[in-house]
């Protein structure tokens, strides 16, 4: 069975991020217009898309450490949580591979290179999730100069829609890699 953070992520997120897909196609108006608005849609996508991936991996990490320390005695189990959840980087910033990596590793894992391990098409992800959160600053913070998106202002709804296959590829493996883990760690199924 999966978490509960992937159950969310697969049912209500994609709903979400499905209804916004589908705005875009309904633009209308004159040629201009209609790439102006779908320009504009793109964009927000990105932002959007982020943010659901971002939440799925906080509550991913909170249910992990919440199992962690429910193995522990009152009042140690609070005091573990604290400690496992205080000063996230997911709290405060974009859930980038760098920040997953810090984070996830918080709870004893490696995470990136067990991800790696699991499965070898997660470098390829990873590599799409730092180019996802390039373009969600990009577009955020209106500065599009970062040397890596080679002087590119637009973003297309076939490259948000790769970005979204790669969050939900990755969003099923760092399920099944946590749960693995900590399936070892507490001698027990996490969830």
Not at 56 to 75: G, K
Not at 83 to 89: D, E, I, M, P, Y
């Amino acid at each position: 069975m999966p978490s509960r953070a992937l159950r969310h992520w697969q049912t209500r997120s994609r709903k979400v991020l499905d209804e916004f897909e589908a705005a875009h196609a309904l633009v209308g108006g004159t040629p201009a217009a209609r790439r102006f608005a779908r320009q504009q849609i793109a964009q927000a996508y990105v932002v959007l898309l982020c943010s659901q991936f971002q939440k799925f991996c906080r509550d991913l990490h909170s249910e992990a450490a919440d199992r962690m320390s429910s193995s522990l005695d009152v009042p140690l189990d609070k005091i573990f949580f604290k400690a496992l959840t205080s000063g996230r980087k997911l709290d405060i910033g974009n859930a980038s591979p760098s920040n997953l990596g810090s984070d996830f590793g918080r709870l004893g894992v490696g995470f990136w290179d067990e991800m790696r391990l699991h499965n070898a098409r997660n470098a390829e992800r990873q590599r799409l999730l730092e180019e996802l959160n390039r373009w969600r600053n990009a577009v955020a913070h209106q500065d599009f100069s970062h040397p890596a998106l080679a002087g590119e202002h637009d973003v297309t709804l076939r490259y948000v829609r790769r970005w979204r296959r790669a969050c939900e590829g990755l969003a099923v493996e760092f399920d099944a890699v946590l749960q693995l883990y900590l399936r070892t760690l507490l001698k027990r199924r996490p969830w």
